[in-house]
């Protein structure tokens, strides 16, 4: 497992001369710094006396989990298929005291409004929110709901008629699209071999390189990807069945090599 680190130097800017004397005698001003960016000003929020012209712990949250969730969403977009021309995320949060001095989030909502290329995008960059929230980082990391409540357009116009659209491409160009499109699935699956030729020589016997259960889960998360990609889920598991019996057969030569008398 990758592990990342980071860190960032915040230093109160806020000592009026007398430090905290008293409630009312400190600034509530700080920076945050951290090499090679610009540096944040932040103070508290106004409710606590804080300056309402910097960045707050709370608002920079709530920005914390509106740039993850977008980065997540961009990249699931792209692994379905969908092109995002634009992204607009207007995040909202409830935080509530305790009445002891403490107090919690208790849900954050993001509002992103999202345009796509074309109307036959617009499903699956809706779902494409779903595997965003499952994937982003900070999401995952608190211990409140991060609810999403996106609207997704596509852009004005019809492209087929439009005046500056390109002219519909000839049977030479799609096949040309296709076979790069080929290509590039080439260049996955022989890395997903690899993979598979490793799982195979950590597996004792042939059961274990058979294994269905395995089998039906990968089909599982691929039917759903498929669902929120706009892949046909049809296609999607005849290839799939078609690609992993391949696979388990190259599993099943490869182990039999392995424990023959005199290999
Ligand atoms: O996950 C594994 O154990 C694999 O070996 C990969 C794989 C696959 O191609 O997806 C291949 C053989 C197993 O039957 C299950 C899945």
Known sequence: MQSHSYEVTTVWTGNTGSGTSGYRDYARSLEVRTPGRETLPGSSDPAFRGDPTRWNPELLLLAALGQCHLLSYLHACVEAGVVVTAYEDRAGGT??????????????????????????????????????????????????????????????????????????A????????????????????ARRQEQVRLAGTLKTDEAAVRAPDRQAAVLAAVRERALAAGLDTGVAEQVWRAMVAGFVDLELREHAARTSPGS
């Open 170 to 189: 000839g049977l030479a160009q799609v096949r040309a699209e296709i076979d790069r499109i080929d290509a590039r699935l080439v260049g996955l699956l």
């Open 95 to 168: 935080m509530a005291e305790d009445g002891a001095g403490g107090g919690r989030f208790t849900e954050v909502v993001l509002r992103p409004h999202v345009t796509v290329a074309g109307p036959s995008m617009v499903e699956a960059a809706t779902a494409a929110h779903v595997l965003a929230g499952e994937r982003c980082f900070i999401a995952a990391s608190v211990a409140f709901p991060v609810r999403h409540e996106p609207t997704v357009v596509a852009e004005d116009g019809p492209r087929a008629t439009d005046a500056a659209a390109p002219a519909p």
